[in-house]
């Protein structure tokens, strides 16, 4: 079994490829391998398994190496390539695509527009919740983070609060316990924030 995890959210590959291989895989430098060495990580088990369970980094560092990847595929070993970028217009993806391999993208969330999160939580301030709650899902469907989105408005929040804003202490207080939901509850995490902003909105 091969997969290819590729794209520029390291972390969110490593995760990924934490749960298809469990804990204890091997981890191997793909960059400094050449082709004869791919014998040796695609086929035959260890001493103390029949399948062995790989992670390789950048092997598409080394064009050599890479371009021998399609003649290990039927590998019983289970193995996931992490890559940061991956030629779709070459040979080698090509044969992955239609060998049916997985092949799948991690993206990097956007970071937000700072002006347009303090612009959506004056709105909910102002009792304008439906128009911040639009406009939160339009930052949504870009694909930016929810977390570092939330983060914002709390930090905006605070600054109210600092400024003298008589409303920022029950705005600070309702972020907070949507803070904790966030954490605990299997609810969308924008969801939860487009309800507290209809709280906020609401004067609850």
Known sequence: MIKVLYGDDRAAMYNYA????GEG??????E?????DMVNVFVGGSLFADKRRILVKDLGESKEAFAELPKYLETENEVVLVESKLDKRGVVYKELVDRKVEVREFRAAAPPDKKLVFDILDMAMRGEGKKAVE????IEA???DVYMFFGLIVSQAIKKLEMGN????????LLAQTDVLMKSSSLSPWLLVQRVLVQISSGR
């Open 25 to 30: 895989y091997e981890i191997v430098e793909g």
């Open 166 to 173: 008589r409303d920022a202490r029950r705005v600070i207080s």
């Open 135 to 138: 406009m939160t899902q339009k």
């Open 18 to 21: 934490k749960k298809i291989l």
């Open 142 to 144: 870009a694909g930016q």
């Open 32 to 36: 400094g391998l050449g082709s004869a």
